[in-house]
């Protein structure tokens, strides 16, 4: 499977983009294979897949990136550049670096005529302004469309001694979810930077895959987990390196930590390297950090040592956990967010008492249905939108079910007057034990302070008409 | 035309349009598009314009058909009368617009006929042209008075004698756009002038139709909106002043009062009145701050007006020294460039800075590095160059992804005591 993965996700098989209903309905259906494939007929906007590859690999410090489009596809270079340099900062460093991002600015003639020669010029100028080892050239939309062959262009102008040139296959229109762009950037890396014979072998080292918006504070709690287990890590693609890159194929094992990053990559890397690898969760709250931890722990034969620290580390944070689950406890939540972090955010939301009553998540897939089983074990039946954001059906079911607290990207729930919060905070703790205390108090806090949103909310703005709350969230998921 | 650039400050026409409309009071824009351009367009144009995001439609809230494989083959337009069916439904709004991005624009998807049928029902349904692939956010926000002068502007009945037009300011791009609107607006007020910015104090759809009857049109940008004051000119009667840039500080904003004035004939008596009074005001926090400030040589980079604005202000009003003036838009006429080069060379007292015209992040950064200067005057994106140079940075122009900007603004006569504030260091 993993050698012929295409990198568009929505074509592995049962994986659902467009659905909605309760909890139980979907698991029952996804279980006996009876989901159909939908879409939308109304929707809002979504995140394309070229903006999860320009951030898998943006904070490569070694490396120059061009983006094969007209200007506009560089528009969220801005976020991905913040992260770096905020990250840079927290990392000590003084001379802060931008990431060096040139766009081919593909114009009305080169849609007509193709952009290659444009593609060339940016390669020569990359090279020759900051001779880096690496050169990530990303598709678009446009260069997609027109048919330029980028593989051919970058194959014809790599030279012997040159930056090596890594073409990325991230066009908008090719998939309608974004971690696609993950798989994209983690295929071109297998195919033009993994040596054919791998490394000699690295005791303990471990592959840690994770995305840009891990913070350097829960970088540094997962390392610090590892290291109990005598492991180091191999921090990739955050803050890599060509040699970092190349440190992959020396690894005894990798993980990630988030569901829909390198999942594909790591399977291929035990096909074609013999790592293997732990995917399972990621490490937010008790429950799924006891399950990462003993996935890896697993992998390196320290079952035994990681249970008994475990037990150490529930002791040392349940009385904290007890004090929050007392401010929180019976609260009805409603939770939004990305693959990997609306899933994390309903298992903590269980260390606290809370009750969920609506999740809103990207895809449903088998991944999916595990993590929607486990849920509805704890909390019978919820609602349940697979949507990436979609705020017009999250208003709509967020008004209607009357939840004591959002979680998620609060832009849009915020103005219906109630409490809202986050577990992605890409520059505070959010993971591992301490991370569970952090977001803890972090949630209670909110929880109790709504000041703001409710305040605000009679000023609000939101653009819907009023009878579109009285309608069914789910009417403009159609059948295909 | 457009050619290759590294960090280039601005996404696409896409954009452009885009900030026009979402700042219009209860306008809702439907990208007909690939899935992604609607969060790119916000990323980089509000997403780095002091990080406010348009309240009403914004990012992954906006109306997009999310053009996929599907459509690219077999066409989108009946994607797009859905989406445009569903936005009417529930979407409160006045006007929709349907914009198109490079997927729609290549693969020829004819929204111009989508929305006729819309029109022909009577439903406020439009069409704006504009693949990515066309131009950058300025060609946008130029597109985008193009199509409410051909859509919506209505030909007056009668001129209104005290109301004017103020254009040029960037919603959503520039930084400071809300506060520099909000300052021109107040001392506009002060000359008994109603003012039409379309984006501030909650302007609507209306306020553009009816923006035909103005008796002028002030354009604060040294290039922007040219066919547009002809088109106003010609369809509606309604002539265009324009100055190079927002004005900052007293001497500039004088100009721009007296100039307003002059074309409208204003009364000498309150002309005089109001530019002391506000004057007066600037001073009068001056004299209290004599010697508390270094003297200091500096550099700008920044959009042409932007450039004109803090240049002029701290080499004329606040003797300051001029080094070199990186202007940072992409900017195509040769008479233009001159113009600009004059208006930033022709200093009251300061000797002329080294002008330079650079669009290119590499190129303004190696361009910055040819100069002595203590202070630098730029945005987010010359932080690299400012510690690489050990100098103090200032952020005054877009894009800014690091500091919050609400209604402050360096315009005006208030605006450059806000400025003159932030430039202060202790250091």
Known sequence: MATTYSGVRELRPYTYNDLGGDSMRLAGNFEKKCLKSADRTFSQGLQCQQINSISCVLSMSDSAFIIHSPQGCSGCVSGGADGYRVGQAHRGVKLIKSPRVIV????ENDIIRGGEAKLREAIRIAGERYDPKMIFIFTSCASGIIGDDVDAIAADAQTPDGPILIPIHCDGFRSKICASGFDAAFIAIKKYLL?????????????LFAPTSISYKDQLEIERLLALFGATVNYIPFYSSYEKIQMITAAEASTSICKVFADEFMKELEESYGIPFAHTVMPIGIRNTDKWLLGIAALLGKEAPAREYIEKEHKRVQPKLDEIKGRLEGKRVFICGGTGRSFAAAALIDDFGMQLVGLETPTYDFDAQIDIEYLNGIHKNYVVDVANMQPFEQVNLVNHLKPDVFIGV?????????????????????????????????????????????????YARLPYKKSWYEQDAFKYIRDL | MSYIIENPRGTCVLGGVNNVLSAVTKVC???????????????????????????????????????????????????????????LEIIDADAYFVLTGCTAGIIGDDIEAVTADYRNCGLPVYPITTPGFKGDSLLGYEIAF???????????????????????????????????????????????????????????IDVVRASGAAAL??????????????????????????????????????EFVRGVAEALKLDDDLVNRVLWEESAYVYNYFETIIGAFSWKRFAVAADAGTAIGVTRFLADDFSLTPSAVVVTDQIW????????TGRLTKLEYARPPKISFASDHYEIREELKKHDFSLLLGSSLEDEVARELDVQLQRVAYPISDVMVLNRSYAGFRGCLTLVEDLFSNL
């Open chain 1, 195 to 207: 040596p054919k014979e791998p490394r000699k072998k690295s005791s303990g080292l471990v592959n």
């Open chain 2, 146 to 204: 193009q199509a409410f002068t051909d859509f919506i502007v209505e030909i007056p009945n009668k001129r209104e004698g005290n109301l004017v037009n103020l254009w040029g300011v960037i919603p959503y791009h520039d930084p400071y756009w809300a506060g520099a609107l909000e300052e021109m607006t107040r001392i506009l007020g002060k000359l008994g002038l109603r003012v039409n910015t379309f984006f501030t104090e909650n302007q609507d």
């Open chain 2, 29 to 87: 824009p439907i990208y007909h598009s690939g899935p992604g351009c609607c969060m790119q367009t916000a990323a980089g144009e509000s997403g780095q314009a002091g990080l406010r995001a348009p309240y009403y439609l914004s990012n992954v809230s906006m109306p997009s058909s999310n053009m996929l494989e599907r459509e690219v083959v077999f066409g989108g337009e009946q994607k797009l009368r859905d989406e445009i069916d569903g936005a």
């Open chain 1, 410 to 458: 609060p832009a849009w729930s915020a103005r219906l007057g109630l409490p809202t919060t986050h577990v992605l905070d890409p520059k505070r703790p959010t993971m591992g034990y301490d991370g569970i205390v952090y977001l803890g108090e972090k949630i209670a806090e909110q929880v109790e302070n709504a000041g703001f949103n409710r305040k605000l909310a009679p």
């Open chain 2, 217 to 254: 049109n002030i354009i604060v940008s040294p290039y922007l909106l040219r066919k547009t004051a002809k088109n106003y000119e010609e369809k509606f009667g309604v002539p265009s002043l324009r100055f190079d840039g927002v004005p900052i500080g007293p001497t500039q904003t004088g």
């Open chain 2, 333 to 340: 006429d040769e008479s233009d460039k001159e113009r600009i």
């Open chain 1, 104 to 107: 081919t600015n593909l114009d």
